[in-house]
């Protein structure tokens, strides 16, 4: 089992940048392959990006190619979001989510979930 805690959430401006984190402790890190994922009021839970254990591989959402960037560091038992040229529509609640067989994009098919951290992003 894998316990995750997000953080670097916050309030930014339009066409700013923040960084989230998401620290896992518990069973070994580099086994899993690690997603971001997040939701806004009233909609369902949406993929954002992915990324394979060993880090060589990632997936992106159509809506975030090119401005977020999903990274890890194996080492600190830590993956990355960094989010880029933020827009209004980027506000939403960020969870990062852990499995252990391949990525994926859908949120059913993830064992282990963080509490989230709210991103905020005003016009």
């Known amino acids: 089992q894998v316990q995750l805690a997000e953080s670097g959430g916050g309030l930014v401006q339009a066409g700013g940048s923040l960084r989230l984190s998401c620290a896992a402790s518990g069973r070994s890190f580099r086994n899993y392959n690690m997603a971001w994922f997040r939701q806004a009021p009233g909609k369902e839970r949406e993929f954002v990006a992915a990324?394979?254990?060993?880090?060589?591989?990632?997936k992106y959402a159509d809506s975030v190619k090119g401005r977020f960037t999903i990274s890890r560091d194996n080492a600190k038992n830590t993956v990355y979001l960094q989010m880029n040229s933020l827009e209004p529509e980027d506000t939403a609640v960020y969870y990062c989510?852990?499995?252990?067989?391949?990525?994926?994009?859908?949120?059913?098919?993830?064992?282990?979930w963080g509490q989230g951290t709210q991103v905020t992003v005003s016009s």
């Open positions: 989510a852990a499995r252990g067989i391949s990525m994926a994009v859908l949120a059913a098919v993830y064992n282990y």
């Open positions: 990324i394979s254990w060993s880090g060589d591989s990632t």
